[in-house]
């Protein structure tokens, strides 16, 4: 049985919600983790002519590193020296992350970068995003800092142009519960408010054109996203941007916004967008 996300967002606010105990609101801090990835977060990996630049991978809201738990193990035996964090986690809920204010939590993604750039001794990554994580990484480069530090950006289900949750946020909006300044939200997850489409954040974000110059961006989306929706916004628009529909790559993909990250179409396409030169074929036969 499917289950809609609009009952999912609504269990996993409510469950955020009993989990935030603190009477006041405080993001926790990222830390380098290896947890349950082996190779992750190595800085002994040695880069090579074939993959010259640390590979960062970014999660999305409500998940934490281990989500890479399908493509990282892969990429690590591919030669991808392969980093990644847990951020965003906020108010007592340790396990998630992606829900503390994303100005908080892209300052933890641009601390966590910028040591590897040092401990790696390079000036540039290579960067995969998932969802908020595909946002992440442009906020960095566009105001803290990190422009010209990211070679290939490549987005899945990319929160590109904010969202409107399937419609429910257009209609907590006429009723007024949709408020950023409304305890729930300020207590559980600001991340949340932040990615409605009409929201200052968004704004800010895409002010300008919603590309960095300089980097090679690339996007994937599914047709059956509930959550970045119109699905159709997760792409972007500027000079030189891949967007591609999984759909058209596998008609048979039912794929949705949080199992994207574990079709091995969709691992195949970003192994074709981080390495051009050695692409093969992405379709329903990429099963390796």
Known sequence: MRISFSSAFNAAVLALAVLSTSSQAAALPAVLEKRGISGINNFACKLTPTHPRPLLLVHATLLNLDSWSTFAPYLIDEGYCVFALTYGRY???????????????????????????????????????????????????????????????????????????????????ALQIFDPSQPLFDSVAPSFFQMVESSDFMKKLNAGGDVAPGVVHSNIGTRFDEVVTPWETCFQTGPGVTNVVLQD?????????????????????????????????????SVF
Not at 276 to 282: L, R
């Open 91 to 173: 108010n007592n809920i340790p396990i998630v992350g992606g829900l503390a204010p994303i100005e908080n939590s892209a300052q933890e993604l641009a601390n966590f970068a910028e040591n590897v750039l040092a401990r790696m001794n390079v000036s540039q990554v290579d960067y995969v995003g998932h969802s908020q994580g595909g946002i992440l990484g442009r906020y960095w480069m566009k105001y803290l800092g990190g422009a010209g530090k990211v070679h290939r950006m490549v987005g899945i289900a990319p929160i590109t142009h904010g969202t409107t949750l399937s419609g429910m946020a257009t209609i907590a909006k």
């Open 249 to 285: 790559l596998c008609l048979l993909s039912l794929n949705e916004h949080l199992t994207i990250i574990n079709s091995k179409v969709v691992l195949q396409f970003v192994l074709n967008q981080l390495s051009p030169a050695t692409a093969k074929t992405a379709n329903c036969l």
